[in-house]
């Protein structure tokens, strides 16, 4: 039986974990080495590396840093932020990356996943959206949740995964940042509509959210989270092994 | 020193990272000299078995591979590499493999039901068969290990060596003598994968 996926993000900025965190151990709590590492090894079965950073030196240096952080971190990495051509696909998967999610990058170019996954595979290609409700329809926002792109969010997301994204990780802005749960009505009707793995994103609070995930909607196949593991609010451990006695398929470690 | 087999196709910077992180002294060739005086030799491989096989045969690497490994040194196929190693695939009409495991290579889609999702991708729990193989002899029947995939091995009862669990029981690893194959990443699996690149390097040739 497939286990349940706990996913930590990783926003990096010119090199750097941004948003604050907060761990006892680690001497260097922003170099993304050093947290994918300590994530690794606590048991997160997957690590994605959000590039925000604005200049071309930023993406250098993240490009040179995820290089390292592969080098010594042995689970799937996935990669994005500033993915708008082939090209950028082929400088990330070089440097480690096993997947590669397209976000506005997608919305500007909509035949950038068809041709990313013609070279590197479905499986490859994640189409990343952000969702919410205006007016009571879903829609598509750009511009990292600033822009309205007016699109209809189920039929783009079947659109992209028609094109051949592999894996669709929906962050649901409206439940971003409430850590009240996460948004199960909005995840549910994406799940209806697709056969590839959805990621939820946005709103966990605390470890029942989770649990309140996978129980309810077990066609989703991950949970991805940033700063409730970063604070350490919520150990990805403990989180585990309250999934396993929930009897939610996990991997312990 | 362990050899990675470079036929041009998918990124081999995972798997070269780590034997190295193993202590492995691993290079990246598709030198026949440089194979033919490595201790052990992996076949990686992503994307699809018809265009993997032909780069295979046009660069002549398949003849070598096939002798090397009939005189006893140690093998492991990895993934798409796994599937390589078997006689044929049916991925997009029937291609020729390797031929040294017996078995043939079809979609996952004709083995289980509707509702699973295609690629099998994710963690998933090794079952073993028979008596653990010398790659699984530091890890647990049960430790999960990390697959992607669209099609299985199958028609190779006698040499699986472990199965994972999705709808059905699909073949996770295979072994032929010195011939071993996985088809999850174990350069992807964690401290488990690791480990079983370990235990293949330990692994000794035999004449």
């Known amino acids: 039986m497939i286990t349940k996926r706990i996913i930590p993000c990783l926003d990096v900025r010119d090199g750097r974990v941004v948003k604050g965190v907060n761990f006892e151990g680690l001497s260097d709590v922003s170099s993304p080495i050093s947290l994918a590492k300590y994530y690794s090894e606590c048991g997160a079965d997957e690590l994605v590396f959000y590039d925000i950073t604005a200049s071309s030196d930023g993406r250098k240096l993240f490009t040179d840093i995820l290089c390292e952080t592969a080098k010594s971190v042995f689970i799937p990495l996935t990669v994005g932020g500033g993915i708008n051509t082939v090209e950028d696909f082929d400088r990330v998967l070089k440097c480690g990356a096993d997947k590669v999610s397209v976000n506005s990058g997608a919305i500007r170019n909509p035949s950038l996943i068809y041709e990313a996954a013609k070279i590197y595979g479905d499986q490859c290609v994640v189409i990343s959206a952000d969702v919410k409700r205006v007016d009571g329809v879903f829609r598509v926002f750009a511009k990292g949740g600033r822009e309205n792109t007016g699109m209809e969010a189920i039929e783009w997301i079947k659109r992209c995964v028609g094109n051949g994204a592999g894996e669709v990780v929906l962050n649901s802005i409206d439940t971003d940042g409430v850590k009240k749960g996460f948004d199960l009505e909005m995840l549910d009707a994406v799940c209806n509509v697709v056969n590839v793995p959805v990621i939820a994103s946005g709103g966990a609070g605390k470890i029942d959210d989770f649990i309140t995930l996978f129980k309810t909607l077990p066609k989703v196949d991950a949970g991805l989270a940033a700063s409730i593991f970063h604070f350490g609010e919520v150990k990805i451990s403990d989180l585990k092994n309250e999934m396993a006695k929930a009897n939610i398929p996990t991997r312990l470690t | ?207």
Request: glycine content about 10%; aromatic content about 8%; proline content about 4%.
């Open chain 2, 1 to 207: 020193m362990v050899a990675i087999v470079d036929y041009g196709v998918g990124n081999l910077f995972s798997l070269k990272s780590s034997l190295t992180n193993i202590g492995a002294d691993v290079v990246v060739t598709s030198d026949k000299e440089v194979l033919k005086n490595a201790d052990h030799i992996i076949l990686p491989g992503v994307g699809a078995f018809e265009d993997a096989a032909k780069k295979l045969r046009d660069s002549g690497l398949d003849i070598v591979i096939k002798e090397l490994a009939s005189a006893g040194k140690p093998l492991m196929g990895i993934c798409l590499g796994m599937q390589l190693l078997f006689d044929k695939s049916f991925e997009y009409g029937e291609h020729d493999g390797l031929g040294l495991i017996k078995g043939v290579i079809k979609p996952i889609k004709d083995v289980v039901s509707e509702n699973y999702k295609i690629p099998h991708i994710g963690w998933n729990p090794l079952i073993f068969k028979g008596d653990p193989s010398p790659i699984f002899s530091e890890i647990k029947d049960g430790d999960c290990v990390y697959f992607v995939h669209s099609y299985y091995a199958c028609e190779c009862d006698e040499s699986v060596i472990a199965t994972t669990e999705y709808c059905t029981e699909l073949t996770a690893a295979v072994s032929n003598k010195n011939v071993y194959g996985c088809q999850f990443h174990p350069e992807k699996s964690g401290k488990i994968g690791l480990q079983i690149l370990k235990s293949f390097i330990k692994i000794k040739e035999n004449n």
